[in-house]
């Protein structure tokens, strides 16, 4: 079993930011991908940004370039994302999101979801 657990939404008003977090545990053999999703009202789930299993490769939604920046503590199976400069359109449920070897199956696992509001 494994599981996702987020931190750290809530409400900022334009221009602020926040830190979200997420950790992984359970009986993961391998990480390969970790990143963030989000979805907003009325829009279907998209990626914000992802890091492979050794943070050397990122990738990111062109909307948020230079005002996010996600990171990992391999250490800890823990992925963040650094959210500076928000925008009311970043206003939206934040979805950690794992792909990872587990016993000998890869698989994908999705965090139970963090609202994120950023008020005008």
């Known amino acids: 079993q494994v599981q996702l657990v987020e931190s750290g939404g809530g409400l900022v008003q334009s221009g602020g930011s926040l830190r979200l977090s997420c950790a992984a545990s359970?009986?993961?053999?391998?990480?390969?991908?970790m990143g963030w999703y989000r979805q907003g009202p009325g829009n279907e789930r998209e990626l914000v940004a992802a890091?492979?299993?050794?943070?050397?490769?990122?990738v990111y939604m062109d909307s948020v370039k230079g005002r996010f920046t996600i990171s990992r503590d391999n250490t800890e199976n823990t992925v963040y994302l650094q959210m500076n400069s928000l925008k009311p359109e970043d206003t939206a449920v934040y979805y950690c999101?794992?792909?990872?070897?587990?016993?000998?199956?890869?698989?994908?696992?999705w965090g139970q979801g963090t609202q994120v509001t950023v008020s005008s």
């Open positions: 999101n794992l792909v990872a070897i587990v016993s000998t199956t890869l698989s994908t696992y």
């Open positions: 359970g009986k993961i053999a391998s990480i390969q991908v």
């Open positions: 890091l492979n299993s050794g943070g050397s490769s990122t």
